[in-house]
């Protein structure tokens, strides 16, 4: 009953932009934290940011990504977005959202993945 829907892929050139929507239906985002990830082919899952619930006031982002990738919520629709800038061939994969009941901070244990969306960055 609880899911989280990825969408906002395609094929990109580099230099370019894409936002990404998390779309969560069956709870509220209001006491969860949501995660966004990725992963390349043959490549290990990895973080990309975070956003913590409402109170935590806090946003996470992996080193790689910092300065050109925004995470945003929209508590009304039920979304959290990731809105990417200066897009990088190194930032091709499938992305997922996942969800905590902790803040960004301390989170380790992620619930309600969803199906993924796939990014390419190439010119």
């Known amino acids: 009953q609880l899911h989280l829907v990825e969408s906002g892929g395609g094929l990109v050139q580099p230099g370019g932009s894409l936002r990404l929507s998390c779309a969560a239906s069956?709870?509220?985002?209001?006491?969860?934290?949501i995660g966004w990830f990725r992963q390349a082919p043959g490549k290990e899952r990895e973080g990309v940011s975070c956003?913590?619930?409402?109170?935590?006031?806090?946003?996470t982002y992996a080193d790689s990504v910092k300065g050109r990738f925004t995470i945003s919520r929209d508590v009304a629709k039920s979304t959290v977005y990731l809105q990417m800038n200066n897009l990088k061939p190194e930032d091709t994969g499938t992305y997922y959202c996942?969800?905590?009941?902790?803040?960004?901070?301390?989170?380790?244990?992620?619930?309600?993945w969803g199906q993924g969306t796939q990014v390419t960055v190439s010119s």
């Open positions: 996942a969800s905590t009941a902790v803040h960004c901070e301390i989170a380790h244990e992620w619930s309600n």
């Open positions: 069956g709870f509220s985002l209001t006491y969860y934290s």
């Open positions: 956003i913590s619930y409402r109170g935590g006031g806090i946003e």
